[in-house]
Antibody
Framework: QVQLEESGPGLVKPSGTLSLTCAVS?????????WSWVRQSPGKGLEWIGE???????HYNPSLKSRVTISVDKSMNQFSLRMYSVTAADTAVYYC??????????WGQGILVTVSS | DIVMTQNPLSLSVTPGQMAPISCKSS???????????LSWYLQKPGQPPQLLIY???KRFSGVPERFSGSGSGTDFTLNISRVEAEDVGLYYC?????????FGGGTKVELK
């Protein structure tokens, strides 16, 4: 069974860059799936950030597109999220998940990222 | 963006009773290939969302038969036929017809 695990700093300073990695086990990131990032904050519920295919094709939420980059590392079987110029509004639990062809069927446990000085 | 609206916000249910949850989308989720891209998730306390239902009514692997989905176009319903203690949590609908994927605001199910 596919398992996903998020990792990265739990605290980021305002105006800084949030960097998270999602390690995939029990399956290949080169499978016929897209790989997504989703976040959950008390004020905005569940928000889809974007997704990537192993060939590098990406789709982003237009509301975040100018500040977000999702990349894939096939050699490490993982994918990553970078969010720039963060503010307190970006404080949330960040999840990685496997998607398409089925919709977001496997999720990581999530990682809380707090934006604060 | 497609707006997903859930009702009710919360539901208090007697164990063994039925719990219906409604989800409405701001536009039809029917794709040209005949598939309707509407899914349901359950988020138990302290856990990530887990997929229950996709394409309106298809149960994901391991999901109990007491969970069923119905609807079409823009109106959808998740039914829990006989609520059990392990079913408490937040239920979300999600559309994956077009980007960005969007979720409903959630329905909290608790036991009486």
């Amino acid at each position: 069974q596919v398992q996903l695990e998020e990792s990265g700093p739990g605290l980021v300073k305002p105006s800084g860059t949030l960097s998270l990695t999602c390690a995939v086990s029990g399956g290949s990131i080169s499978s016929d799936n897209f790989w997504s990032w989703v976040r959950q904050s008390p004020g905005k519920g569940l928000e889809w950030i974007g997704e990537i295919y192993h060939r590098g094709d990406t789709h982003y939420n237009p509301s975040l597109k100018s500040r977000v980059t999702i990349s894939v590392d096939k050699s490490m079987n993982q994918f990553s999220l970078r969010m720039y110029s963060v503010t307190a509004a970006d404080t949330a639990v960040y999840y990685c998940a496997r998607g398409d062809p089925l919709p977001l069927d496997y999720w990581g446990q999530g990682i809380l990222v707090t934006v604060s000085s | 963006d497609i707006v997903m609206t859930q009702n009710p916000l919360s539901l208090s249910v007697t164990p063994g009773q039925m719990a219906p949850i409604s989800c409405k989308s701001s536009q039809s989720l029917l794709q040209r290939d005949g598939k309707t891209h509407l899914s349901w998730y359950l988020q138990k306390p302290g856990q990530p969302p887990q997929l229950l239902i996709y394409e309106i009514s298809k149960r994901f692997s391991g999901v109990p038969e007491r969970f069923s989905g119905s609807g079409s176009g823009t109106d959808f319903t998740l039914n829990i036929s006989r609520v059990e203690a392990e079913d408490v949590g937040l239920y979300y609908c999600m559309q994956s017809l077009q980007f960005p994927l969007t979720f409903g605001g959630g329905t909290k199910v608790e036991l009486k």
